[in-house]
């Protein structure tokens, strides 16, 4: 993992590789963005023209290279693009500098050290540029053959160390901002981890163990549900996905518990190991990525284990409902009834409709511990991507103004997302003349029919919300800001934020 320090060091005296600095656009070219004075002084006040000249106009996430100039130490500066110029008397936003921050770390892999001048008004800016770096420096090379450094990204190790000019490393505010950005990086790219993690490799007894390790360090209660206890629970839904694989299912339940806590979160993760679609068998071209589909359970148990470092006054269980969706001679048919935890019997009409089944049964036993809010998170439906496209999740919920909050939480840590209805007629569609409910129901709105379902399966009074991250969990695309290619760790940073709100009585 990257280091990351504050340092009151002047630009010019810095040892390091290089200078990294923020420059925007504006309406007669670029201009350079406070924090690189020193950089623009030895220019002569003329950087911004140098920079013309090569080509930059300050774009966002454009980045521009050129020697640094006599009397520094670093030998290189990295200007990278913030984007338009603020308005008057306005700032940089926490997401500009975190996204800045990400496209400058992706562009020194392989350097030792950055110090990075970018435009540093307060803790928060602080928080959000350490964050960018810690995730755009993030790489994924575990299976990779890289010489000398297993670690190496494309031949070059990510950046080591990270330094924040302009930083007050006494400062109580400075301080916990950089302590929360890497408590909550390093999470998320665990998270990331687990999402890139090949099949073979990972599966609901691995991960089990894998969040059993973490459990023992950082003071959470684990429980581990195999297939025997899952059986002797009546857990239908995890049971009957997990049917065809030879490897079991697993039901985790995560509890970080505070004693100043008056307020207890639920968070409810998607743990398909690998989706193959089960005996509705995918068509050839969407089995590919199919190890991303366990990216909610990975978000929930990297946020629980976030909200444990950062000692937030508020118990968060997290429960994560792994199976892998395989066919054989043993797997569940379209046409099976399947007895979920709760007691209400599911005719399964489409074994690729089996996360809102795992889901059903998890959210069932976090509702008997009547929590004040839960929350699921799941890859669910491809309708939500249709919808949606590749970088926005839905949020679904039994509550609008808890909904709503939601929102903006992910707004504000840099995480888009958008409010979905769950319209009442379309519950009808999964009327069933078999069991109590079915797993399908109208083929349009099909993310929307997927959040009924869960609904039937949150205990009453409960404050409920979904969050289908189904686009932007899994990055087919190039990198971008400070989101790499492959696993990206979405939702992680929302669950955290709605734990620090929770936490401080702002959710009431």
């Known amino acids: 993992m990257t280091a990351l320090t504050l340092s009151t060091a002047a630009a010019p005296g810095l040892r390091a590789d290089a200078i990294v600095i923020g420059v925007a656009k504006g309406a007669k070219g670029p201009v350079v963005a ?50 338009a110029v603020p308005e008057k008397d306005a700032e940089y936003g926490t997401e500009v500098l975190r996204k800045a921050a990400g496209v400058a770390a992706r562009a020194l892999a392989g350097s030792k050290k950055a110090a990075f001048a970018l435009p540093l008004g307060d803790a928060a800016d602080a928080g959000a540029i350490g964050e960018g770096a810690l995730l755009g420096a993030y790489s994924f090379d575990a299976y990779k053959d890289n010489g000398k450094d297993p670690k190496a990204k494309n031949g070059k190790a990510p ?6 000019l302009g930083g007050k490393p006494r400062d109580k505010a400075y301080k916990a901002a950089v302590e929360r950005a890497v408590a909550v990086s390093e999470e998320l790219n665990r998270a990331r981890d687990l999402v890139n993690t090949p099949p073979n490799d990972l599966n609901p007894e691995s991960f089990a163990a894998i969040a059993q390790a973490a459990a023992k360090e950082h003071g959470i209660k684990v429980q581990v549900l195999d297939e025997k206890a899952l059986v002797k629970g009546g857990y239908g839904g995890i049971l009957g996905v997990g049917a ?34 089960g005996i509705s068998l995918k068509p050839a071209g969407h089995n ?27 118990n968060v269980t997290g429960w994560l409902a792994l199976a892998e969706n395989m066919p054989s001679g043993s797997a569940t048919r379209p ?17 690729d409709a089996e996360g809102r089944l795992v889901l059903a049964d998890a959210l069932w036993a976090a509702s008997e ?9 799941a890859t669910l439906t491809g309708a939500m ?17 808890f909904r709503a909050a939601l929102c903006e939480a992910a707004e504000e840590v840099g995480e888009p997302a958008w409010p979905m209805p769950l319209p009442e007629h379309l519950r009808k569609g999964m009327d069933s003349p078999t069991a109590d409910i079915a797993n399908m129901g109208e083929r349009m709105g099909g993310g929307l029919v997927a959040g009924l379902f869960l609904r039937e399966f949150v205990g009453e009074g409960i404050t409920w919300a979904h969050l289908d991250i189904a686009g932007p969990a899994f990055n087919e695309g190039g990198p971008f800001g400070y989101t790499p290619k492959g696993g990206t760790g979405t939702a992680v940073r929302t669950l955290v934020r709605l734990a620090e709100l929770t936490a401080a009585g702002d959710l009431g």
Request: hydrophobic share 45%; charged share 20%; net charge negative.
């Open 34 to 83: 406070p924090g690189a004075e020193a950089v623009d002084k030895a220019y002569d006040g003329r950087l911004a023209g140098v920079l013309e000249t090569l080509g930059a106009s300050g774009g966002e996430g454009e980045v521009t290279k050129l020697p640094a100039p006599s009397g520094f130490k670093a030998p290189l500066v990295l200007a990278v693009g913030l984007g």
């Open 159 to 164: 950046l080591a160390e990270v330094a924040l």
């Open 244 to 277: 065809g694989s030879a490897a079991g299912p697993r039901l985790v339940k995560l509890s970080y518990t505070s004693s100043k806590a008056k307020k207890h979160l639920a968070l409810v993760g998607k743990g398909i190991t690998y989706d193959s679609g």
């Open 288 to 314: 590919e990525t199919m190890k991303c589909d366990m990216s909610g359970a990975a978000s929930v148990f990297a946020a629980v284990v976030a909200a444990a470092r950062l000692g937030l006054e508020v």
């Open 335 to 351: 046409g099976d009834v399947l007895r979920m935890y709760s007691g209400k019997t599911v005719e399964v009409l489409n074994t």
């Open 369 to 377: 511990e009547k929590p004040d809010a839960i929350v699921d998170v």
């Open 385 to 401: 991507v249709l919808a949606l496209g590749n970088r926005t999740f839905g949020i679904m919920g039994n509550d609008d103004a």
